[in-house]
């Protein structure tokens, strides 16, 4: 009867893997683009790898597959992580302030009579230029992730969108919030109604 095998092995034996020389070139490439904040997806690392691998292991038949991808980033303790920001904490008396004020605009649409076609929703938003991802390969565990932009994330172009009570539509195209709340508060008296105090 043969007993269980007692050999024993050295550290780092066995045979080593053929893409060990494009995985220590891979992630100094890796690391540089992140030193710049420059953001790296899971699809720039498996173009790289391809494009790598015809110099670093001469091999041109090697298709850097998804299966391959997941294995080297949990063998670099890499991750597909989200930018991290500065966020504002909620007020405790969030809630308690957003009841209070539905319950005095209902109040108020009881007393003066306000049909629901002269309740108008509306809201800004805006589109960007520099639509950039919020996602980037780094680190496991990195407590800050940065990324590189152009410059003009922060230029936009406002789109106001606004509907009636009754379900119909307002066409606010090209006009500034300024300008539609001046339209409204003339046509609808909100200033009476919503009296604005300017600190």
């Known amino acids: 009867m043969v007993g269980p095998c007692s050999?024993?092995?050295?550290?780092?034996?066995?045979k080593k893997r053929?893409?060990?020389?494009?995985?220590?070139?891979?992630?100094n490439w890796i690391d540089g683009m992140r030193a710049k904040n420059l953001?790296?997806?899971?699809?720039?690392?498996?173009?790289?790898?391809?494009?790598?691998?015809?110099?670093?292991?001469?091999?041109?038949?090697?298709?850097?597959?998804r299966g391959w991808l997941e294995k080297f980033m949990e063998r670099q303790g890499l991750s597909l992580r989200?930018?991290?920001?500065?966020?504002?904490?909620?007020p405790d008396e969030l809630t308690e302030k957003l009841v209070s004020i539905v319950l005095y605009v209902r109040k108020l649409r009881i007393n003066n009579q306000v049909e629901p076609g002269d309740i108008i929703a509306m809201d800004e938003t805006a589109v960007w230029?520099?639509?950039?991802?919020?996602?980037?390969?780094?680190?496991t565990g990195a407590k800050s992730v940065a990324l590189k932009t152009t410059g003009h994330e922060k230029a936009r172009l406002g789109e106001i969108l606004a509907?009636?009570?009754?379900?119909?539509?307002?066409?606010?195209?090209?006009?500034?919030?300024?300008?539609?709340c001046t339209f409204m508060c003339a046509q609808f008296d909100f200033v009476s109604l919503f009296p604005v105090v300017w600190g």
């Open 7 to 14: 050999c024993l092995y050295a550290v780092g034996g066995g």
């Open 18 to 27: 053929v893409t060990e020389p494009l995985d220590i070139v891979l992630m």
């Open 39 to 65: 953001r790296v997806s899971r699809r720039m690392i498996r173009e790289k790898a391809r494009e790598l691998s015809w110099t670093v292991l001469s091999n041109q038949s090697f298709n850097a597959s």
């Open 82 to 90: 989200r930018r991290t920001t500065v966020a504002q904490k909620t």
């Open 129 to 139: 230029f520099d639509m950039l991802a919020n996602t980037t390969v780094d680190y």
């Open 163 to 180: 509907a009636k009570g009754d379900g119909s539509k307002l066409n606010t195209q090209g006009a500034s919030c300024s300008r539609v």
